[in-house]
Every structure is written in structure tokens, then in C-alpha cells.
């Protein structure tokens, strides 16, 4: 059974910094793209950034590129969201997400509150 678990969410003043992890299980994910979403209340959940296991190729949302950046640990199964100079607009509910299809998750985490204070 696949799972996802995200930690590290919080609160954080805006121009701050935060690291998201999902540490992923009951699967080989080697073929898979790994996804942050996040969605804030009253929106739609929104993608934020993928990264491919296989290769380590990365995708970003235009509101977050050069802000964000997505990594992976091959040896702890685990995908990372560090967020660099955070606004008040990036509170929300961050969600990992495993797929076959970048931004198309077959499998979810519970998600972590994210929280920016301006």
C-alpha cells in the first residue's frame, strides 16, 4: 500500500524560509514523478512543482519558480519542497502527490498546513 507523509509545515513571517518533506513507501516509485500541491481555503488545489525519481528532472509553477525548489533522496525515499522568500499568498495546505503522470497523482499524502504571516 502506498503511502505519503508530509511534514514541516508551519508558521512562517513572509520572506522566510521552510522545508517541506514526503517520505513515500509501499512502492518502487523509481518510475514515478513525485508532486507538491498546495491549496489554500476557498481555491482549488493548485500544482506547485514535480520532480521525476528517474533522472531528477524538475517542474515549477510560474508563482513559485525561482522561489521554490524540489529535491529527492534516492536513499530515504523522501522528496523535499524547500521555500525561500515566502508571501503571505503561499498559506495553504501542501499536499505530495506520486504519479506515473507529472501533476496527475494516482496516490496523495494527508498534507501539511502551511502557514506565512506578513
Known amino acids: 500500500q502506498v503511502q505519503l507523509v508530509e511534514s514541516g509545515g508551519g508558521l512562517v513571517q513572509a520572506g522566510g524560509s521552510l522545508r517541506l518533506s514526503c517520505a513515500a513507501s509501499g512502492r518502487t516509485f523509481s518510475s514515478y514523478a513525485m508532486n507538491w500541491f498546495r491549496q489554500a481555503p476557498g481555491k482549488e488545489r493548485e500544482f506547485v512543482g514535480g520532480?521525476?525519481?528517474?533522472?531528477?528532472?524538475?517542474y515549477y509553477a510560474g508563482k513559485v519558480k525561482g522561489r521554490f525548489t524540489i529535491s529527492r533522496d534516492n536513499a530515504k525515499n523522501t522528496v523535499y519542497l524547500q521555500m525561500n522568500s515566502v508571501k503571505p499568498e503561499d498559506t495553504a495546505v501542501y499536499y505530495c502527490g506520486a504519479g506515473a503522470t507529472m501533476a496527475r497523482p494516482d496516490y496523495w499524502g494527508q498534507g501539511t498546513q502551511v502557514t506565512v504571516s506578513s
Open positions: 520532480i521525476r525519481w528517474s533522472g531528477g528532472t524538475t
